[in-house]
């Protein structure tokens, strides 16, 4: 059993910049792959970026390209999502997923994922 628990979501204005932290309850790297996602009022939940055990693979939705960047902190069982040039239409509630690594792909659907944490709530102002 893995617990996530995200935060350093907020209220930011637009050009801004905010990183998001996922931290586990369980050693994840080497053993989890971990997927950013986010869900905006009214749709659907979508894939952000993720990364795969080793940190070695990296995937990225095309509208955040270039501005966010995920990765795994020195403390191992925290995976970071960097969030630069912010819209408003990155606002959203933004999840951090984990699943047991048996492929060194990085997972861009959520019904891949067994753990998910509550959300941190993302707010970029225009």
């Known amino acids: 059993q893995v617990q996530l628990v995200e935060s350093g979501g907020g209220l930011v204005q637009a050009g801004g910049s905010l990183r998001l932290s996922c931290a586990a309850s369980?050693?994840?790297?080497?053993?989890?792959?971990i997927g950013w996602f986010r869900q905006a009022l009214g749709k659907e939940r979508e894939f952000v970026a993720g990364?795969?055990?080793?940190?070695?693979?990296?995937d990225y939705t095309d509208s955040v390209k270039g501005r966010f960047t995920i990765s795994r902190g020195n403390n191992a069982d925290t995976v970071y999502l960097q969030m630069n040039s912010l819209k408003p239409e990155d606002t959203a509630l933004y999840y951090c997923?984990?699943?047991?690594?048996?492929?060194?792909?990085?997972?861009?659907?959520?019904?891949?994922?067994?753990?998910w944490g509550q959300g941190t709530q993302v707010t970029v102002s225009s």
């Open positions: 369980a050693h994840t790297a080497g053993t989890y792959n």
């Open positions: 997923a984990a699943v047991r690594a048996t492929q060194s792909s990085v997972l861009v659907t959520a019904t891949a994922y067994t753990y």
């Open positions: 990364i795969n055990w080793n940190g070695g693979r990296t």
